[in-house]
């Protein structure tokens, strides 16, 4: 298995365009998350999802929005992009809930 | 929501010396786990231990959850265990996982 994958490893956008953040999973989890880490501070939840179709905001979902049409995709939109998500989003997912998290290997964004 | 402390918030150390980090969290969880970022920014899951003790080599952790605290061990550390530490746990009653911020350990040679 290939794990959590994310595309692309590096962006640099600017103030007012738009991109998407792909996630992949191939472990057939139900749950996907969507996480940002700002420098020197720990990840947090943007959106989650609990299945193909659900999805919820978690703590910080001001200027996103994500879409669950299958199992195994989790795209996180960004519109509008701003220079405060300039951050590194990290996309997650488990088997159940309460379930070990695997995270995929991170996207530098950097919005200028 | 549910409180993650970490400590110490930052720790270094000999090659060689043994190291013990804390995390406390303030309600019942159902998931904890630990994780390393190494200096590239990539997280690597190191326990999934939300009560009990595990051992991964040089590494080992224990939860005590009824006394909502995790500690992870880490014995003859070497240069390529620096990086930032991370507990995470999630609430019995939800589906997120919430971070703490984290330990900042450099082991110099």
Same mark, same amino acid.
């Given at each position: 298995n290939a794990g959590v994958t994310q595309t692309p490893k590096f962006r640099i956008l600017k103030i007012g365009q738009s991109m998407t953040l792909q996630c992949t999973q191939d472990m057939?989890?139900?749950?996907? +998350?969507? +996480?940002?880490?700002?420098?020197?501070?720990?990840?947090?939840?943007?959106? +989650?999802?609990? %299945?193909?179709g659900i999805t919820d905001? %978690?703590?910080?979902?001001?200027? +996103?929005?994500?879409?669950?049409?299958?199992?195994?995709?989790?795209?996180?939109?960004l519109e509008l992009a701003a220079p405060s998500q300039t951050s590194v989003y990290f996309c997650a997912s488990s088997y159940?809930? %309460?379930?070990?998290?695997?995270?995929?290997?991170?996207?530098r964004l950097t919005v200028t | 929501g549910i409180q993650v402390e970490q400590s110490p918030p930052d720790l270094i150390l000999q090659e060689g010396a043994n190291s013990t980090l804390r995390c406390n969290f303030s309600d019942s969880v159902n998931n904890l786990q630990w994780f390393h970022q190494n200096p590239w920014g990539q997280l690597i899951n190191l326990f999934y231990i939300p009560s009990g003790t595990k051992q991964n080599g040089r590494l080992s952790a224990t939860t005590v959850a009824t006394e909502r605290y995790s500690l992870l061990y880490?014995?003859? &550390?070497?240069?390529?265990? &620096? !990086?930032?530490?991370?507990?995470?746990v999630e609430?019995?009653? !939800? &589906?997120?996982?919430?971070? !703490?911020? !984290?330990t900042q350990l450099t082991v110099n040679p």
């Open positions: 057939n989890h139900n749950y996907m +998350y969507w +996480y940002r880490q700002d420098p020197g501070m720990g990840l947090k939840l943007i959106y +989650y999802s609990v %299945g193909a905001k %978690g703590e910080v979902p001001n200027g +996103y929005n994500v879409s669950r049409s299958t199992t195994e995709d989790f795209p996180l939109r159940y809930v %309460g379930g070990d998290r695997g995270f995929g290997p991170g996207t | 880490i014995s003859s &550390s070497q240069t390529t265990d &620096s !990086g930032v530490y991370f507990c995470a609430e019995t009653s !939800g &589906s997120r996982l919430t971070f !703490g911020e !984290g």
